[in-house]
Nanobody, 121 residues
Framework: QVQLVESGGGLVQAGGSLRLSCAAS????????MGWYRQAPGKQRELVAT???????NYADSVKGRLTISRDNDKKTVYLEMNSLKPDDTAVYYC???????????????WGQGTQVTVSS
């Protein structure tokens, strides 16, 4: 199976920065897309940013220019550099990975447990 573990959340003032990390572990054959979603209280989970194993990136319009996704394929880790944070960025941030476990023949979606990011005004 595949496990995703996030780290790096916390409390920051508006305009500040945070860096999230998410490491994949387990019996992994291959990882395709990795990325980040977030869910604010009372709202649906939404895309923040994703990145394919080839390096193609996709961002939500609301975070373009402020949040940057990157990944280290050798370490099976994806990062989210968050700058110029706003109170509206407050949410639980979930790591996402589309991966194939060694015992399986197909890719499926995996999620981390989530990490809280709180931006105070």
């Amino acid at each position: 199976q595949v496990q995703l573990v996030e780290s790096g959340g916390g409390l920051v003032q508006a305009g500040g920065s945070l860096r999230l990390s998410c490491a994949a572990s387990g019996s992994i054959a291959s990882i395709s897309t990795m990325g980040w979603y977030r869910q604010a209280p009372g709202k649906q989970r939404e895309l923040v940013a994703t990145m394919t194993s080839e390096g193609s990136k996709n961002y939500a319009d609301s975070v373009k220019g402020r949040l940057t996704i990157s990944r280290d394929n050798d370490k099976k880790t994806v990062y989210l550099e968050m700058n110029s944070l706003k109170p509206d960025d407050t949410a639980v941030y979930y790591c996402y990975g589309n991966a194939r476990a060694r015992v399986e023949t197909y890719f499926r979606n995996y999620w981390g447990q989530g990490t809280q990011v709180t931006v105070s005004s």
